[in-house]
């Protein structure tokens, strides 16, 4: 399995633009989450989704971020308007949920700037 | 509210030595905690985990003990080799309920180890 996939690697973009991550998990994991990497607060998670539904989005800063999750194979984090305070490593992760503590599998992430 | 903390950013050890990273955490719903390790540019890797019903796990050259307690675990490394330097995450879940495999991490703890 070539693993959690996301793109791009790397993203540099204006403060005020729309900014869109993508990610597609491991097949056959039926739970995928999206994390944050920043240095004050390490990982912190954002939203994630079991069978493609949204479980909890408590962890989304504000109205600006949204995520979708429109099928087993695909999601997607958006960011609009970006703002500067955005920049941070953007992780993507799946996990096969059985109950019984299965390990997430992580994406190699996506770097994010905020000009 | 940082429910996991790793309250050392850093750890410097010399080669052979032992390095012990440490966690604590705050929710007593935790029951069962793991240690990611994460190289630049890449994505955390699953490195080892405890369940609340032991106090001590060991694979290898990495061991991880647990105080519940105190709430409280580490990760001793040794014999520590260059190789192990990287990003540290200490991680929980509460797997009662709904949480679909969800985690909590630190901030992360960042090891180098030198020859």
């Known amino acids: 399995d070539a693993g959690v996939i996301q793109s791009p690697r790397h993203e540099v973009t204006e403060m005020g633009q729309e900014v869109t991550l993508r990610c597609k998990p491991i097949?056959?994991?039926?739970?995928l989450f999206w994390y944050r990497q920043t240095m004050m607060r390490g990982l912190e998670l954002l939203i994630y989704f079991n069978n493609n539904v949204p479980i909890d989005d408590s962890g989304m800063p504000e109205d600006r971020f949204s995520a979708k999750m429109p099928n087993a194979s695909f999601s997607t984090l958006k960011i609009q308007p970006s703002e500067p305070r955005d920049s941070a490593v953007y992780f993507c992760?799946?996990?096969?949920?059985?109950?019984?503590?299965?390990?997430?599998?992580f994406g190699s992430g996506t770097q994010l700037s905020v000009l | 509210d940082q429910q996991v903390k790793q309250n050392s950013p850093s750890l410097s050890v010399q080669e052979g030595r032992i390095s012990i990273l440490n966690c604590d955490y705050t929710?007593?719903?935790?029951?069962?905690f793991l240690w990611y390790k994460k190289y630049p540019a890449e994505g955390p890797t699953f490195l080892i985990s405890i369940s609340s019903i032991k106090d001590k796990n060991e694979d290898g050259r990495f061991t991880v003990f647990l105080n519940k307690s105190a709430k409280h675990l580490s990760l001793h490394i040794v014999p520590s080799q260059p190789g192990d330097s990287a990003v540290y995450f200490c991680a929980a879940s509460a797997t009662g309920g709904t949480s679909y495999g969800k985690l909590t991490f630190g901030q992360g703890t960042i090891l180098t180890v030198h020859p």
């Open positions: 992760a799946s996990s096969l949920d059985t109950g019984r503590n299965e390990k997430l599998f």
């Open positions: 929710n007593s719903m935790f029951d069962y």
């Open positions: 097949s056959g994991h039926n739970s």
